[in-house]
Each structure stands twice: as C-alpha cells, then as structure tokens.
C-alpha cells in the first residue's frame, strides 16, 4: 500500500505556526534570562546593607557635585577646582581637627584634601551634629551669603555648623566632629567605588 501525499498543504498557516512557536520559545527563553541576569545586580536589600556602589565620573565638571545614595545615606562626589584646592590651606587655626585625627575616614586619605585624588572629594552628606544633610556653599568671600571671609565649603541649615570644601569642621559650629569620608576607590579613571576599598573592605 503506498503512502498518501497531501498536496493541499495551507503555506500561510505553516508560517503562522512556525512565527507563534519561535515568539513562544523566545519568551519563555526571555523568562529564564530576566531572573538570572537579575541575580548578578544587589538587591535593594543588599544596596540598603552596604553593596558598593560604582559612579560614572566621567562627565562632571569643574565645581559640580552629585549625590548618590549609600547604606541609605547621602554621599556626594565633588570635582573641585584648583582654586577649590587651594582654599584647603590657611585656614587650620579655625577648625575643630585640621588634621583629621578624630574623623572617620580611612587611612589611605589624609591631608587638607582628605581624599585619594585631590580633585575629586567624597564624603557622606550627614551632618555629625543631628543627622541635617548640608549644602555646598561654594562662592568665597563676598560672593557667597556666608561672610567676606568664607573659603567656600558646606553649610547645615539645621543648627549652623559648617564645614570647609573637605568637610572639616569650623570652631563654633555645634557640629563635634569632621563628616565621614566612606571607604572608595578607582576601578577606573572615570570610574569611582563607593563602598569599597583596594583592600575589598
């Protein structure tokens, strides 16, 4: 008995098969991807519990600051200028701790620059007095609101306290002690770590 051959076969029901089975594979490929590419970003929880952070520093400029957020904090990220950097100096017998002994910062940035590359500050935006995030107050001496002798840096709103371009503390501010530095690196030149240090810590 020989084979029947159909020769009626509807070519644009095949394609339509064929199109509805590739859509359905690559969903349901798409549905096993998502979750395991997922599991390679923290979570928000481990973001909350201190997962570093990576910040794209490449486009800032000269004076700028950003914020991102770190175990739920602040944290800003300034460029400063050369005049910014220069404005460090001088000014020692009007703060708290000029050299940063009683700060928390990690070892690898002390000096007036408190920090890896003298440009680029990082410290985290709570005021050591009750919590207040300041606000930069870069203008200098008369251009600024602060006094003629302002050599630009950070101002707390809530109780006054005030803190030079390193965040250092100023006598007279009910402030106690310098703001945090957080430990960071460089995974790049244009990329800061937050969070972390060449140690991993």
Not at 87 to 101: A, F, W, Y
Not at 155 to 181: E, I, M, Q, W
Not at 182 to 199: F, N, Q
Request: proline residues 8%.
């Amino acid at each position: 008995m020989s084979a029947i051959v159909r020769t009626d076969v509807d070519e644009k029901k095949r394609r339509l098969l064929i199109v509805a089975t590739g859509v359905a594979g690559a969903a349901a490929a798409g549905g096993v991807a998502v979750p395991f590419l997922a599991s390679w970003f923290p979570s928000a929880r481990a973001l909350a519990a201190g997962a570093p952070v990576e910040v794209d520093i490449s486009k800032m400029e000269a004076g700028q600051q950003i914020t991102v957020e770190w175990r739920g904090k602040p944290v800003w990220v300034l460029k400063r200028t050369p005049e910014m950097i220069a404005k460090l100096k001088g000014h020692d017998e009007v703060l708290v701790d000029p050299d940063s002994k009683a700060a928390r910062q990690p070892d690898y940035v002390k000096g007036p620059e408190r920090s890896i590359k003298p440009e680029v500050f990082v410290a985290e935006g709570v005021c050591t007095h009750l919590g207040c995030s300041p606000t930069l107050k870069k203008e200098i001496g008369a251009a600024s609101d602060m006094g003629a002798d302002w050599p630009g840096g950070y101002y707390c709103p809530c109780h006054n306290s005030r803190f030079d371009l390193s965040a250092r503390v100023f006598k007279g501010s009910p402030a106690p002690s310098n703001l945090t530095v957080p430990p960071h690196r460089y995974a790049s030149d244009t990329a800061l770590v937050i969070g972390e240090d060449a140690k991993g810590a």
